[in-house]
């Protein structure tokens, strides 16, 4: 067994999974120097030093350590300073390996490769075993003004009141519209948050901002008919991306693989008052981005089992003929991301797999 080979089946040991393909096998020739992929065998999926992976990897300490930062200039693993010490761990295929090389922007001819690749990949195993367990690892956050105040609603909803558990507020370019490129939606839309915002914006991968001026990209996002999703579980916020449903993985494994573990749903679901509606057509033709709204004998209809909570035909409605209503049984997300991670990881079989490699 090569050492392509071996690093494939620790990344599928995570809940993003990895699946054997020749596609993800090229995917990782391309990313990973032969020097490196044996640097990269001695990492996990936590932080640890270069004398720890050197010592697992067995590559002298000083050559590990060059290795390491060459794979963390290019965004193949992740860093991050503590007490001193720097340190390097692995990171999944998504969001990680697939993302963080597009997001300074693509063009070169190794991002078109990547990008035929991940493409392949996506649609021959990764998008399914990515979304393989009754959890899903992302979850479908409305959009803000289309909530009515006048309803209980909980922080985990509200994205505003999420941000103030954040500290640092990255900025980048959605990936999957950099490699994928079906639409001409806003691309510098995607948010992620403290740690892995940190090293994004520290290796040139993303830029600072403040909490008003993440709250301006997602108001921008609306306008560009985007839907929100962030990670599933109720604790604090990683990342936000703005999705569409033509390049966005998320958003795809329902649209084009038909996966129903593809994300969860929110907790609200549209619905129309037909005494208001003048049957223009906008949230079917423009807003919606599953189809889950009609025009039927002159008046919006709402597939409530289609409908994922977005928002996006209440904010799209000029004569506000459309409103989010809670759901009768809502999905209620993981307590905290750990949480999410140890379920998702028992769902998928890989609970035992997944300790046994951070115990290395």
Known sequence: MDDYEKLRQILDKHLAGAPPSPRLDQILRILFT???????????????SVAEIAARSGVPAEEAAALCESMAGKGIVYSREKGGVMGYSLLPTIPGLFEFPFMKG??????????????????EALGNSFASSPTPITRVVPVERAIDTRVEVLPFEVISKMLERNDTFALT??????????????????????????????????????????????RRADEAGLVHTTNNSQDRLVLVCSCCPCCCTILRGLTQLNNPNAFAVSRWQARVEPDRCNACGVCEDERCPVSAIKIVDSVAAVDPERCIGCGLCVTGCDVEAVRLVPRRDPPDPPRTIVDMGLQISSEKGKAEDFINLMRR
């Not at 032969?34 to 640890?48: D, N, Q």
């Not at 693509?106 to 649609?123: C, D, I, K, N, S």
């Not at 519209?177 to 939606?185: E, G, H, P, Y």
């Open 106 to 123: 693509g063009g070169e001819p190794m991002h078109q490769a990547l990008a035929r690749l991940w493409e392949e990949y996506h649609r």
């Open 34 to 48: 032969t020097e490196e992929v044996r640097v990269a065998l001695g990492m996990i999926f936590a932080p640890a």
């Open 173 to 218: 370019s959605c990936a999957c519209r950099v490699s994928v490129a079906a639409c001409d939606k806003p691309r510098d839309v995607c948010l992620i948050f403290d740690a892995t915002g940190r090293f994004l914006i520290e290796r040139g991968f993303a830029r600072e901002i403040s909490k008003e001026e993440a709250l301006g990209v997602l």
